[in-house]
């Protein structure tokens, strides 16, 4: 069992930058796959960025490449979203989720997650 909660979301500026954490329970962190997700108001949950358990694979969202990085500290559990260049419509819920993976993949899809966080606010005022 594994125990996900975001912090970090609030309101920022167009064009501003955020850093979300995602702090992870228990001692297998680093067999898991990490992934974010986002929910905007009205629309169903996408996927935003994906990191292998080593933090050496990483795979984004056409949306937010460029501008979002995912990365990983298996030391302190946690994996990290920094979002810079932010814009209006990445205004969502974001959530943090855990894969468990046999071997250094990623997951992109939302049902292959076997555990989510909570989510936590980003509002981006324009």
């Known amino acids: 069992q594994v125990q996900l909660v975001e912090s970090g979301g609030g309101l920022v500026q167009t064009g501003g930058s955020q850093r979300l954490s995602c702090a992870a329970s228990?001692?297998?962190?680093?067999?898991?796959?990490m992934g974010w997700f986002r929910q905007a108001p009205g629309k169903e949950r996408e996927f935003v960025a994906a990191?292998?358990?080593?933090?050496?694979?990483?795979y984004y969202a056409d949306s937010v490449k460029g501008r979002f990085t995912i990365s990983r500290d298996n030391a302190k559990n946690t994996v990290y979203l920094q979002m810079n260049n932010l814009k209006p419509e990445d205004t969502a819920v974001y959530y943090c989720?855990?894969?468990?993976?046999?071997?250094?993949?990623?997951?992109?899809?939302?049902?292959?997650?076997?555990?989510w966080g909570q989510g936590t606010q980003v509002t981006v005022s324009s």
């Open positions: 990191i292998s358990r080593s933090g050496v694979i990483t």
């Open positions: 989720a855990a894969a468990q993976v046999p071997w250094s993949s990623i997951r992109t899809t939302q049902s292959m997650y076997d555990y």
């Open positions: 228990g001692r297998t962190f680093s067999t898991y796959a």
